[in-house]
T-cell receptor
């Protein structure tokens, strides 16, 4: 069993839709939870990070962490074609710790 | 700020040759640099962690004699793939972090695509 599981998709939605991306994990020691966006043939860029449980909002993006269920989510409101990319969740046990990535979900937002 | 570059962005080489990839933090001093490998439609897999001036720590299953990592300064780390074979073809991504960055955030380079013929 992988430490971090993420549905690879692909996920296709119409412009303006609400997108929900999810990851589950097995290591209860994870404390830092990140979402990265990766465009084709590029390095990942950090979108959101959350420490421990709770919600965090940044513009059209909301990250949720439920440590009791070992489940994290990223919501994208009013999705745009420019949001089309692969979204990777990542987790670590501590600051500067090893990042464990999910497989990534390929998202396509159609105009 | 927090820009990480990689060079080259892509490279094609013959089987049996060695290839060096550079990773530079352009506007900050990186206490730690990481090297990842990503196969198509797959996640990033950590290969090794390196701190300036010390030997790299390799993940289980990664051959340290095949993937040579040098972290000679706080802004430069290199990965050399020795005696490359077609199965080494992959997307190699480095990241750099600084202790004073929030939660020691890793900043990722744009990646290097290696194709071994």
């Amino acid at each position: 069993q992988k430490e971090v599981e993420q549905d690879p998709g692909p996920l296709s939605v119409p412009e303006g839709a609400i997108v929900s991306l999810n990851c589950t994990y097995s290591n209860s020691a994870f404390q830092y939870f990140m979402w990265y966006r990766q465009y084709s043939r590029k390095g990942p860029e950090l979108l959101m990070y959350t420490y421990s449980s709770g919600n965090k909002e940044d513009g059209r993006f909301t990250a949720q962490v439920d440590k009791s269920s070992k489940y994290i989510s990223l919501f994208i409101r009013d999705s745009q074609p420019s949001d089309s990319a692969t979204y990777l969740c990542a987790m670590s046990e501590g600051q500067g710790g090893k990042l464990i990535f999910g497989q990534g979900t390929e998202l396509s937002v159609k105009p | 700020g927090a820009v990480v570059s990689q060079h080259p962005s892509w490279v094609i080489c013959k089987s049996g040759t060695s290839v060096k990839i550079e990773c530079r933090s352009l506007d900050f001093q990186a206490t730690t640099m990481f090297w990842y490998r990503q196969f198509p439609k797959q996640s990033l897999m950590l290969m090794a962690t390196s701190n300036e001036g010390s030997k790299a720590t390799y993940e289980q299953g990664v051959e340290k004699d095949k993937f040579l990592i040098n972290h000679a300064s706080l802004t430069l780390s290199t990965l050399t793939v020795t005696s490359a074979h077609p199965e080494d073809s992959s997307f190699y991504i480095c990241s750099a972090s600084a202790a004073r960055a929030r939660f020691h955030e890793q900043f990722f380079g744009p990646g290097t695509r290696l194709t071994v013929l």
